[in-house]
């Protein structure tokens, strides 16, 4: 059975820094795709970005609001996904899930982890 | 890249069938059948629905079904049952600023 389930959430204030993680099992993780979502408060899914497998050389790409300030990251002998978050603003806050990424689909996702942007 | 334009409510009894509408660009929806549908549970993580338009994942009741015209892609509810009051989100492939684009969210409400 495929769980995700991410961590490292939390209260961060405007500038700060936070690094989300994503543990994985279930599946073979460096086979795959992997992806982040978000879900400010009360609103829709935003997909954040994305990062490819070993074969496609672990490429990434990212929301334009993101871009230059969101970081994703994997390491396969952990089975683990990363989101760094830099430069943290107040409309980054959300409901951060990691999702697996197959064939144009996310068809496995995370729980979900907090993250609060506030003075 | 501007969200997918999806009603923000649908209401319908129970047995009744309700379609749920989601409008994009030729750039989206109209350009790719990467069309996806989520249901969210209150508090929970989306669940995949709908895959390619109109392919349903293993374990999903074929109450559910996709479909796309144009730049509109569709998700119907057969036999409407209590279980699936929920949000319900459709995503695409998008060749904007932006790899994925998801729709503004529509809530299923079961009278």
């Known amino acids: 059975e495929v769980h995700l389930v991410e961590s490292g959430g939390g209260l961060v204030q405007p500038g700060g820094s936070l690094r989300l993680s994503c543990a994985a099992s279930g599946f073979t993780f460096s086979d795959n795709y992997m992806g982040w979502v978000r879900q400010a408060p009360g609103k829709g899914l935003e997909w954040v970005g994305r990062i490819r497998n070993k074969v496609e050389r672990y490429t990434t790409e990212y929301a334009a609001s993101v871009k230059g300030t969101f970081t994703i990251s994997r390491d396969d002998s952990k089975n683990s996904l990363y989101l760094q978050m830099n430069s943290l603003k107040v409309e980054d806050t959300a409901v951060y899930f990691c999702?697996?990424?197959?064939?144009?689909?996310?068809?496995?996702w995370g729980q979900g982890i907090l993250v609060t942007v506030s003075s | 890249q501007s969200a997918l334009t999806q009603p923000a409510s649908v209401s319908g009894s129970p047995g009744q069938s309700i379609t749920i509408s989601c409008t994009g660009t030729?750039?989206?929806?109209?350009?790719?059948?990467?069309v996806s549908w989520y249901q969210q549970l209150p508090g929970k993580a989306p669940k995949l629905m709908i895959f390619?338009?109109?392919n349903r994942p293993s374990g999903v009741s074929d109450r559910f079904s996709g479909s796309k015209s144009g730049n509109t892609a569709s998700l119907t509810i057969s036999g409407l049952q209590a279980e699936d009051e929920a949000d319900y989100y459709c995503s695409s492939y998008t060749t904007s600023d932006t790899l994925y684009v998801f729709g503004t969210g529509t809530k299923v409400t079961v009278l």
């Open positions: 390619d338009v109109r």
């Open positions: 999702a697996r990424e197959f064939y144009f689909k996310y068809d496995f």
């Open positions: 030729s750039s989206d929806v109209g350009g790719y059948n990467y």
